[in-house]
């Protein structure tokens, strides 16, 4: 009843009615009707298995009951009051979070979105040191607000023409020319450089464990350990984005957990809500104590989102998703190391942790290899397979399937990868 309209008017609405930054990759994209766990319906009954999870968010699986139900149930008995009240969804869920996260990391405060996780987690830092400015990575993204935007080292990103200017940006621990140990140090290097000439006006350092959007980066294991005691030297914080790393994605509950490093505050969005928006930044009694001001989020820590998170975090801990991630993730990292060898001019690079994969893909000519991976996500579309893309030349094909998927999917997956590099090749 609700999609008689067709896509050919969905679409046409769309150009009408959005703002025309609103864009989509695909050449004919679909129109998505249903979600039903790793697999996707647009409205001719087409079925998709979905290796992207609306950029690692349904990490449960789309619409799954076991989640949806206690969703319902909370929405039809109570919707929203604030936080003047006591309500107890909120409170249990901050005690989960307390839980699971390594170290001290025991307060939460719940918001809506990523980019407003980062954003509280960034003025915890100022009110806490004192300081204004930040470091972050080059090729990191943290989101749409003028400050997480101004932390944002993808220029693709970074579309107000007055950001923040109190930013210093570092290379990344990441060169395709260079060992990942050099290009640690490197980026370590340039770390304290800025901290030498600026430490005593950096509030914190702001990076994602593994860069997402910058194209699957997983700096050396030493790197974050070696960057937080630079920091702590002096005096500025490690804020860790796990909004895309966070809850079971990346073989681990929390992608910091690779790196044995607890930072002074964490900010997670995306799967916690397996598609209910809920967020939160997360850090000690210590750091926390110095957001002691009135502050309130209209829906941060609502009812439904809070039920909802304590049912994706019941259901993950059941079904134990961050070791399926990592057992799962093998598999496909694997697969695609056999593409690589199969069509070295195609695939460059496979690299990621658990399921947060990205296959690089080559060209000859500058472009070639961003058109060749529009080839290749539209082909897949139209085999019944949706893959991300990202990556500074946005020709990384991004792998980051619901986490219960089974591994007949990502075999059938990869036979159709492989008959579609084979005709490109
Ligand atoms: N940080 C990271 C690492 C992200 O991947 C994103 C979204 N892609 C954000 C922040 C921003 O989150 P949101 O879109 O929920 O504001």
Redesign the pocket.
């Known amino acids: 009843e609700d999609y008689t309209i067709g896509r050919e008017a969905v679409a046409a609405k769309r150009r009408r009615y959005f703002y025309p930054c609103t864009q989509h990759f695909y050449r004919n994209a679909p129109q998505i009707v249903q979600g039903e766990m790793q697999y996707l319906y647009d409205e001719n009954g087409k079925k998709y298995t979905d290796f992207f999870a609306g ?1 690692s968010v349904v990490a449960c699986g789309h619409c799954n009951p076991a989640i949806t139900s206690a969703t319902i149930a909370q929405l039809q008995r109570l919707q929203h009051t604030t936080t003047i009240y006591l309500t107890q969804p909120n409170v249990d869920l901050a005690e989960r979070l307390a839980e699971i996260l390594p170290g001290n990391l025991r307060r939460s405060f719940f918001v809506n ?4 996780a ?1 954003e509280g987690a960034m003025l915890l830092a100022r009110r806490h040191t004192g300081r204004k400015g930040f470091i972050a990575l080059e090729s990191g ?4 607000t003028n400050l ?1 935007m101004s932390v944002t080292g993808l220029p693709m990103w970074r579309t107000d023409p007055y950001l923040d200017p109190d930013v210093r940006f570092i290379r990344r621990p990441y060169d395709p020319e260079l060992g990942s140990e050099e290009a640690a140090a490197r980026s370590l290097a340039d770390l304290e450089r800025v901290l030498a000439e600026h430490g005593d006006s950096i509030a914190a350092m702001i990076a ?1 464990p593994i860069q ?2 910058g194209g699957m980066i997983m700096p050396h294991e030493s790197y974050f350990r070696e960057a937080a005691e630079l920091l702590r030297r002096h005096g500025a914080l490690l804020i860790f ?1 796990e ?2 790393t966070g809850f079971g994605r990346t073989g681990r509950m929390f992608a910091m957990e690779h790196f044995g490093v607890v930072p002074d505050i964490v900010s997670m ?2 799967a916690l809500g397996n598609g209910v928006p809920v ?1 939160a930044f997360a850090a000690s009694d210590e750091v926390a104590a110095s957001l002691n001001s009135p502050s309130a989020s209209t829906f941060g820590g609502n009812p439904v989102s809070a039920i909802t998170a304590l049912a994706v975090l019941d259901y993950m801990a059941d079904q134990r998703l961050p070791e399926r991630a990592e057992r799962l993730g093998a598999k496909l990292k694997e697969g695609l190391a056999g593409l690589k060898e199969r069509y070295p001019g195609l695939i460059r690079d496979v690299r990621g942790a658990g399921l947060m994969l990205g296959a690089e893909l080559g060209g000859a000519e500058a472009g070639e290899a961003a058109e060749l991976t529009d080839e290749v996500l539209e082909r897949m579309k139209d085999r019944g397979f949706i893959i991300g893309k990202n990556g500074t030349g946005r020709n990384v094909l991004a792998f980051q399937p619901p986490l219960i998927l089974a591994e007949a999917d990502i075999q059938d997956m990869l036979k159709t990868l492989d008959s579609v590099l084979a005709e490109l090749a």
């Open positions: 950029v979105s990523g980019s407003e980062n993204l943290h989101g749409r997480t994602e997402g959007n984005d909004i895309q969005a995306k967020a």
